[in-house]
């Protein structure tokens, strides 16, 4: 579209006749921050280890208000979400659970964790890892969970806790006894059994969140879980090509903001429901 009536960057659509520009159909939809600060923040959100806090963000893209800078976050979080997965887990699969937020009181595993949320996190060796929020830590969670992402017949490596136990009859399920001071299980043919690296991606989360962002809502934890979980899948990728994995995942999504805060919709066990999912093009 051309002429002083028109912004740069409108089109419109032959078919429907409908006005459009580059960002419909994207997370910067209805967006009023340049496209150029929105790269900036992705380039800024994938190459900070332990991520990046919406006031630091606001501060160095010189963003009007901490609200914007919240919003631009959980877009680009949403952005990072890994699905849809492609295929199942296999191989040598650790799993490992932690508890994140919350006080704790008492003694022990999983004492005392009533005021914390559970995360299940599944690593494949070499391969991707996926983290999830459960209601409870009990066997028929643990074993649905990883029933739905773990291929049968894969190696199952984890720790002692009990909900762990029924897993044999459809994995090759070995674990190591941290109560002992057991951390790897050497066998002479040169295998190991170990949760080494599930537990050290925990510990980024951990850092990410006692240092980076202090405190966070139950409520948003599963798009920082997507967040760490991207950065850690693209860990071995420079900064540049993973903010362009990132900026890949762009398409055909948009979280708007009042849904967002909507505390009434609870999306922490569930897809994301305040998602718009884009058919025909709308006027910008």
Excluded at 39 to 66: E, V
């Amino acid at each position: 579209m051309q002429g002083t009536s028109f912004r740069a960057g409108l089109l419109r659509c032959r078919a429907c006749e409908k006005q459009f520009s580059v960002t419909i159909g994207t997370i910067f939809e209805d967006s009023h921050v340049p496209l150029a600060k929105w790269i900036r923040a992705f380039h800024l959100m994938c190459s900070s280890k332990k991520g990046i806090s919406s006031l630091q963000l606001q501060r160095n893209l010189g963003l009007g208000s901490y609200r914007t800078a919240w919003h631009m976050t959980h877009r680009i979080r949403l952005a990072m979400k890994c699905e849809p997965f492609a295929g199942l887990l296999k191989g040598t699969v650790q799993a490992d659970e932690t508890y994140v937020g919350g006080k704790s009181y008492g003694q022990g595993k999983g004492k005392g964790m009533e005021n914390k949320t559970i995360v299940v996190s599944l690593l494949q060796n070499d391969g991707p890892k996926r983290s999830y929020i459960i209601h409870k830590a009990n066997a028929h969670t643990i074993k649905a969970l990883i029933t739905e992402n773990v291929e049968k017949g894969s190696n199952i490596h984890t720790d002692e806790f009990n909900s762990y136990k029924n897993l044999k009859s459809d994995y090759k399920h070995m674990s190591v006894n941290h109560a002992i001071g057991q951390y790897v299980r050497n066998f002479k043919d040169g295998s190991k059994v170990t949760t080494n690296t599930v537990e050290g991606s925990f510990s980024l989360l951990k850092r990410g969140i006692y240092g980076t962002f202090h405190s966070l809502s139950k409520h948003h934890l599963h798009r920082y879980l997507a967040e760490f979980d991207f950065r850690w899948n693209e860990r071995k990728a420079t900064d540049v090509e993973r903010t362009t994995k990132a900026l890949l995942g762009t398409k055909g999504v948009r979280l708007s903001y009042k849904p967002l805060i909507d505390r009434t919709v609870s999306n922490v066990f569930q897809p994301e429901p305040p998602v718009i999912k884009h058919g025909k093009p709308r006027l910008p």
